[in-house]
């Protein structure tokens, strides 16, 4: 049990209140409820010198603990009651319209952000949304988007980590994460990533990295053979950057024109004599020309690292084996009944003359 307050600390804290000492008085009446919990008077005092909506209801709870019978307390506590309540209301409104804002805020810094990203503005869009996520840590849409204009695969992994920590549920977010931290682990495919984007600086650092860390010696060889390349590149005219999707679909129209070409041909210079089958042909000249050409080109399209991963990840080369193999398959089997429609023709014509 408590030792009793000295005499006289209840009328010295009541003396402290009338002058406005208010911290003084609430520490010495403190000590008093300490001592002596059943004193009615402490309490109410301490009521008075509490700062909170909750300590105030509590000291009253104790006066009336004391003394259940106190109408003016019991209407004094009532009151304090409804006032406590509107006040939290008035804080959840402004929390409220603070949260407004800051969402409102945050939309249209994505907005921007998005805007200048569609306009090619990469920088001006990086710029925008870290501004944002130094403001609100926790939009994973601004995250997101960062994970693919930071040029950094770190800063690109950390991006991804604060989407994943903000929703563990994003399945594409965690899937790019494996990649990169794949590339991080595989200096020599970063290198050439980095190269094909035109990101020469960047490139350079990753080729070195392999040269000296990586354990094959064919990888430190290839490396060191890109690297020189890369540093004299660097001191000649700048190699303009072909966009991925241009490089695929140039590539992918080579065998549809060949198959045009010898189309056209067959039919005796009139596409519209050409058989229908040979026709319907040219839709498997384009899917073959297109999985030829994401399965065999280096670096890797976009579009293959998104669906399959990384070069070097696990999965991945099997996937480059399959997909090119289809597609090899196709092309050939298009060609093969090309061939066996040629040779029908051949023998009809030559059936045709007197034996």
């Known amino acids: ?57 509590h000291a009253l709870e104790q006066a009336l603990r004391v003394n259940p019978a106190n109408a003016p307390v019991q209407r004094r506590y009532a009151q304090l009651q409804v006032e406590w309540q509107a006040h939290q209301r008035q804080v959840q409104a402004e929390t409220e319209a603070a949260q407004a804002r800051r969402a409102a805020e945050v939309e249209t810094r994505l907005a921007q952000a998005r805007a200048a990203l569609r306009a090619g503005r990469r920088d001006e869009a990086r710029e925008t949304l870290l501004a944002l996520v130094a403001v609100d840590e926790r939009c994973e849409a601004a995250w997101w988007l960062l994970s693919e204009l930071v040029p950094d695969v770190r800063d690109q992994i950390t991006a991804l980590e604060n989407v994943l920590t903000l929703n563990p549920q994003h399945a594409e977010a965690r899937r790019r994460l494996e990649d990169r931290q794949h590339l991080a682990n595989n200096p020599l495919e970063l290198g050439k990533l980095l190269e094909a984007r035109g990101q020469l600086d960047q490139a350079i650092e990753a080729y070195l990295r392999a040269s000296v860390h990586a354990e094959a010696p064919l990888v430190r060889a290839e490396a060191a053979r890109r690297l020189e390349a890369a540093q004299h590149q660097r001191h000649t005219k700048p190699i303009r950057v072909i966009a991925p999707n241009l490089t695929l679909a140039r590539l992918t129209a080579g065998p549809v024109v060949l198959y045009a070409l010898i189309l056209f041909l067959q039919s005796g210079l009139n596409p519209l004599r050409a058989p229908p089958l040979l026709a319907l042909g040219s839709l498997g000249v384009i899917l073959s020309g297109f999985m030829l050409t994401l399965a065999g080109t280096e670096p890797r399209h976009p579009g293959w690292i998104r669906w399959f991963g990384a070069p070097g990840a696990p999965g991945e080369r099997l996937a480059r084996v399959v997909v090119w193999s289809a597609g090899a398959a196709v092309l050939a089997l298009v060609y093969l009944y090309f061939v066996l429609s040629a040779l029908e023709r051949l023998l009809g014509l030559w059936a045709q003359f007197p034996s």
């Open 1 to 57: 049990m408590d030792a009793a307050p000295p005499p006289g600390l209840l009328s010295q804290a009541i003396h402290y209140v009338q002058l406005g000492q208010v911290a003084r008085a609430r520490s010495l009446l403190l000590r008093v409820v300490q001592a002596e919990p059943d004193n009615e008077l402490a309490w109410l005092w301490l009521a008075e010198t509490e700062s909170t909506f909750e300590d105030r209801l």
